[in-house]
């Protein structure tokens, strides 16, 4: 009787650890997908951004002679104060030209003149403790008409 409960006792207890060590890795699954969609929601939130500076301000991005990129980040917090995370945008702008807009004056002011062609933006969300590297990282990127802003195509690069 003795040696069929220790038996008994042995078998539910591997059972038991086994059952553990399998929701361990669940737990770990749940996180990383968690982590995904919080690096997939900094990602858009960094085209929510640069969709608006793109729509409000006439120069953005700056342009300068023989540059053909323009990116900036931001770091991003919860509502706590608490870092969340941070963004990254890159604005290849090698494929817009300006021209003067029809009926113009040709002495008029650059604010007249009117982009062509299209930006390629790349924006990539990092989730992670800064100075570290990320534990998810999205990196999603747009193809925008540079007159109107409509987004010709969408690549969703998932990553890490």
């Known amino acids: 009787m003795l040696l069929a409960s220790l038996f008994l006792f042995t078998l539910l207890m ?27 929601s900094l990602a858009l939130a960094a085209w929510a951004d640069v969709k608006t500076k793109l729509g409000k301000d006439l120069f953005f991005p700056p342009s300068t002679d023989g540059q053909g990129h ?21 604005i290849d702008t090698r494929y817009v030209s300006q021209r003067r807009a029809d009926g113009t004056n040709a002495g008029a002011e650059s604010k007249h003149n009117v982009n062509l062609g299209y930006y390629l933006v790349t924006c990539i969300g990092k989730v992670g403790q800064r100075g570290r590297p990320p534990v998810a990282e999205r990196s999603m990127y747009f193809e925008v008409e540079a007159g109107d802003f409509k987004v010709i195509r969408v690549q969703d690069r998932e990553s890490l």
């Not at 591997?14 to 990383?32: C, Y």
């Not at 991003?76 to 963004?87: E, K, P, T």
């Open 70 to 90: 323009f990116s900036y980040g931001e770091d991003v917090y919860d509502s706590d104060g608490r870092f969340y995370g941070s963004y990254t945008v890159v």
């Open 14 to 40: 591997a059972l038991g650890l086994g059952l553990m060590s399998s929701q361990t890795a669940r737990r770990k699954s749940a996180l990383a997908q968690k982590e995904a969609l919080q690096a997939k």
